[in-house]
Structures are given as structure tokens and as C-alpha cells.
């Protein structure tokens, strides 16, 4: 029994890694994509593609993943992808909004109407909560390893065209208008800054607490939205109660 019991705890440690590194491969994968469709194929001349290319090998990603991603940008096989966004309400009445890369927007529809329905949130129309929202360019640079003290990096961002910076033990995170956001990377890298990530994201204005009575209901939804391969990203304008991971 005991070996049982280990053998048990051992597979649930490893399906629990596997659900986190796939949950980390799809997210790669759509930024993959947007990279190359908006840019093209070929990371020689497409920088951020480049950056992508580099976080997909340093998450040991496999080449046929990767390979996937630019085959979809490039519509190899025929498949054409659309990149859709769905808004909802989840339990407690906090506001979600859902980005997906499919190539059967029926499908999609139905499968994210699904999840709201059955984990008491409830599917809205197009503008029901993206005013919720703002849309900002967020670039990421590790400290770890950077020679460049605050000032400096402050000086740096704003010279590249950044609107602002926060700063942590960890990283500086720069914020740009999202139409500059490229620049702003182009830059930055050009001053031989490494970038962790850099991308135009979707944060909410402000958020609410989800009551601590719909908590798993909530976290039902938003694992089985992260476990639908349509889904590339999830943006919540919600935050757990305190203690609740």
C-alpha cells in the first residue's frame, strides 16, 4: 500500500509539472504566432520572433511545437487561425476576458460558453467588460545578471519612448502606449538589454475579490478555459482572498 501511496503521490507531483509546462507551451505557442503573422517566419529579420524563439528553447520546448506555431502563422496545410476575443462575467460577478487562436470559431464559442455555464459565470456580449480594461504595451527585463541600477534603466526606458517603470528585487517592467511597444523593444534591445518578455496585454482598471464561496467555482472555470488549446490568453479582473492560492 505504501508503495502504492508513492507511486500515487509521484504520478500526481508529475501530471501536475506536465499540466503547468503545457499550460507554458500554449501560452509560447500563441506568442509565436502573433510574432510571425505580424512579422513573418524568418527570425533573421523579425526580432520579435526571435525573443520568442528564445523564451520556446529556454523552456525546453520540443521543434514540433515551435514548428506548429509557424506553420499556423504561415497557413501551411490550409488552416486559417482567428484570433478572437470572448467577455464574461465568472462566479461573484468578476469580470474575465478570453483571447483565443482557433481555426473553428464555432467550436471555440461553444466550448468557452460551456465553461462559464457550468461554473457559474455567464458569457457576455462583445464590450460587456473590455472597458473593464486597458490595453498596454509590458516589457520585462530580469535583474538578474544587470549591471544598470534604477536610475539608469528609468533613463534608458524613457529614452526608448516608455510611458513608465515599475521596479522589484527581480525585474524592472516597462510600460508603453501599445502602439509603441515595438519600438520601445527595438530599442531597448538595441542598447543591449535582454528582454524576459515583450508583448501588448490587455490589465484590468481595477479588480474585485472573489467571494470565498465561489473561489473553487472560479478556479474550475479558469483551469478548464487554460486546458482548452483554443485559449491563448485569459486576463481576470479578480484576485483571490487572501490565503487562497
Keep these: ?28 505557442s500563441r506568442d509565436l504566432y502573433q510574432a510571425a503573422k505580424a512579422g513573418g517566419v524568418d527570425p533573421d529579420g523579425n526580432p520579435q ?3 520568442e524563439m528564445d523564451k520556446a528553447r529556454a523552456a525546453n520546448m520540443p521543434k514540433d511545437n515551435i514548428k506548429r506555431a509557424l ?9 486559417k487561425f482567428e484570433e478572437i476575443t470572448y467577455e464574461g462575467y465568472g462566479p461573484g460577478g468578476t469580470a474575465i476576458m478570453v483571447a483565443a487562436l482557433t ?14 455555464t457550468h461554473h457559474g459565470g455567464s458569457l457576455g456580449a462583445a ?8 490595453r498596454k504595451g509590458y516589457i520585462v527585463i530580469l535583474r538578474d545578471g544587470l549591471d544598470t541600477d534604477e536610475d539608469t534603466m ?3 526606458a524613457l529614452d526608448a519612448g516608455a510611458d513608465d517603470m515599475e521596479t522589484t528585487d527581480d525585474e524592472f517592467t516597462i ?33 474585485t475579490e472573489v467571494p470565498e464561496a465561489k473561489v473553487s467555482q472560479y478556479q474550475g472555470l479558469i483551469d478548464e478555459l487554460e486546458n482548452n488549446d483554443d485559449i491563448s490568453d485569459i486576463y481576470e479582473a479578480a484576485v483571490l482572498p487572501e490565503g487562497v492560492e
Design 127 to 134: 464590450g460587456s467588460v473590455s472597458y473593464m480594461f486597458d
Design 175 to 207: 510600460w508603453t502606449d501599445p502602439s509603441q511597444e515595438t519600438a520601445v523593444r527595438d530599442a531597448l534591445q538595441d542598447k543591449g538589454y535582454k528582454l524576459d518578455t515583450s508583448e501588448v496585454r490587455m490589465f484590468p482598471q481595477n479588480t
Design 49 to 51: 520572433l526571435r525573443l
Design 154 to 156: 528609468l533613463m534608458d
Design 71 to 79: 506553420d499556423k502563422a504561415s497557413g501551411v496545410g490550409g488552416a
Design 103 to 116: 481555426d473553428n470559431k464555432n467550436r471555440t464559442a461553444a466550448a468557452v460558453r460551456s465553461a462559464f
Design 1 to 28: 500500500m505504501s508503495g502504492h501511496s508513492k507511486w500515487h503521490n509521484i504520478q500526481g507531483r508529475k501530471n501536475a509539472q506536465d499540466a503547468k509546462r503545457g499550460k507554458i507551451f500554449q501560452k509560447i
